[in-house]
């Protein structure tokens, strides 16, 4: 596609279910990027996939936090059993094999999560 | 990795140039400038990266003076299209660690009619 490309845009959920988050990046981007952003708030990196492997999860705030890339391309974000303060946009970015830095990242348009 | 600190808002009008300083003290010889724009319900957008003096592009100026501890983004003729956040980062170029630039409140710029 054109974009990053996010799915759901928008999602309700309840207290203690598990929810899965879609990103589609850009064609040919090996880099893929996964942040939160709180209502207010600035960007809070989440984990970074180059290729299928994820060099750096540290940002995931816990276990409940997990996510893959298939075929270096689309990647899912999984919460599980989500809380109230998991509630947050959740932004995918990707960026060219040649841009290691998220200064030269593509972002989605986020899909908001709301837990009830 | 720098902190930034941007004023949490500003107000302008259509027609107007606007400046919005961050100040970043203790940006290291490595690092560069980087401003994003967001809009509501979007994700942030790339508007223009710098390491000393003067950047243009399309969209707007960066200045940076020689000590690097500050650097000003100005808009030229904002018009009501402009009104988002605007998010001054520091960080090495390219480098690796870049994804974890310290992303702040950023400047809530409001223009009006």
């Known amino acids: 596609g054109a974009g990053v490309s996010q799915s759901p845009s928008n999602k309700v959920t309840e207290k203690g279910k598990d929810v899965e988050l879609r990103c589609d990046p850009i064609s040919g981007h090996t880099a893929l990027y996964w942040y939160r952003q709180s209502l207010g708030q600035g960007l809070e990196f989440l984990i970074y996939f180059q290729g299928n492997s994820a060099p750096d999860k540290s940002g995931l705030p816990s276990d409940r936090f997990s996510a893959e890339r298939t075929g270096g391309s689309v990647s899912t974000l999984t919460i599980q059993r989500t809380q109230q303060e998991d509630s947050a946009v959740y932004l995918c970015?990707?960026?060219?094999?040649?841009?290691?830095?998220?200064?030269?990242?593509?972002f989605g348009q986020g899909t908001r999560l709301t837990v009830v | 990795l720098a902190k930034t600190t941007q004023p949490i808002s500003m107000d302008s009008y259509e027609g107007q140039e606007v400046n919005i300083t961050c100040s970043h003290n203790?940006?290291?010889?490595?690092?560069?400038i980087t401003w994003y724009q967001q809009f509501p319900s979007q994700g942030p957008r790339f508007i223009i990266q710098g390491y000393k003096t003067k950047v243009t592009n399309e969209v707007a100026s960066l200045f940076i003076p020689a000590d690097r501890k500050s650097s000003t983004l100005s808009l030229p003729r904002v018009s009501l299209s402009d009104t988002a956040v605007y998010y001054c980062?520091?960080?090495?170029?390219?480098?690796?660690?870049?994804?974890?630039?310290?992303w702040g409140l950023g400047t809530s710029l409001a223009v009006n009619p």
């Open positions: 203790n940006i290291a010889t490595n690092d560069y």
């Open positions: 980062l520091v960080g090495e170029e390219n480098a690796g660690n870049n994804r974890k630039l310290i």
């Open positions: 970015a990707s960026s060219h094999p040649r841009s290691w830095g998220v200064t030269e990242a593509f």
